[in-house]
T-cell receptor, first 115, second 115 residues
Framework: DTGVSQDPRHKITKRGQNVTFRCDPI?????LYWYRQTLGQGPEFLTY????????KSRLLSDRFSAERPKGSFSTLEIQRTEQGDSAMYLC?????????????FGEGSRLTVL | AQSVTQLGSHVSVSEGALVLLRCNYS??????LFWYVQYPNQGLQLLLK??????LVKGINGFEAEFKKSETSFHLTKPSAHMSDAAEYFC?????????????FGAGTRLFVKA
């Protein structure tokens, strides 16, 4: 158990619909990350939070994507007007800030299929 | 910018044979380096990490990796493959200078183990 819960695990939607994914880390790790993974590829960094502050966003994150982390606890990733190219596994991970840490603890992911 | 290159998208070994998965990195500062494993339909799990202590790092399930600065490599090895090692393996680099805040993954190597 990595201490990261993601919901839903699977989402099938039609092109143009909005979807929202939720990530609940159950520890006090103050860094939270979103990654996207497509078939046969490694996870691609999307964005990360330190507490409630969103500190960096990848260029992969178009204006249709928005992420929030209110109160520095759970996080949501919303995709508006989904496109077929958004089909992927969306991974949430948390990590502890500090010089000696760097490893990430991943959830099992939310798989999105856009028809 | 940091980057990781994994040589070989697929590696096949016989049960009991040596496992060698190759990883080369590029980093402008001394890196944190990681190997993660992903079993089917599961999230990524940390195998081992290098954080500037011993250059030979031992991880879970009998895996180890050696950091070679001169070769910018961090290859993963296991003396004797087991059927349960069949999975996808990801090498990753994290920027030490900013406290490991962003981790970049390689494209992955899928390990097949033949009986």
């Amino acid at each position: 158990d990595t201490g990261v819960s993601q919901d839903p695990r699977h989402k099938i939607t039609k092109r143009g619909q909005n979807v929202t994914f939720r990530c609940d880390p159950i520890s006090e790790h103050n860094r939270l990350y979103w990654y996207r993974q497509t078939l046969g590829q490694g996870p691609e960094f999307l964005t990360y939070f330190q507490n409630e502050a969103q500190l960096e966003k990848s260029r992969l994150l178009s204006d249709r994507f928005s992420a929030e982390r209110p109160k520095g606890s759970f996080s949501t990733l919303e995709i508006q007007r989904t496109e077929q190219g958004d089909s992927a596994m969306y991974l949430c991970a948390h990590g502890l800030a500090g010089v000696r840490s760097g490893e990430l603890f991943f959830g099992e992911g939310s798989r999105l299929t856009v028809l | 910018a940091q980057s990781v290159t994994q040589l070989g998208s697929h590696v096949s070994v016989s049960e009991g044979a040596l496992v060698l998965l190759r990883c080369n990195y590029s980093s402008s500062v001394p890196p944190y380096l990681f190997w993660y494993v992903q079993y089917p339909n599961q999230g990524l799990q940390l195998l081992l990490k290098y954080t500037s202590a011993a250059t030979l790092v031992k991880g879970i399930n009998g895996f180890e990796a050696e950091f070679k600065k001169s070769e910018t490599s961090f290859h993963l090895t296991k003396p004797s493959a087991h059927m349960s090692d069949a999975a996808e393996y990801f090498c990753a680099v994290s920027d030490r200078g900013t406290g490991g805040f962003k981790t970049i993954f390689g494209a992955g190597t899928r390990l097949f183990v033949k009986a």
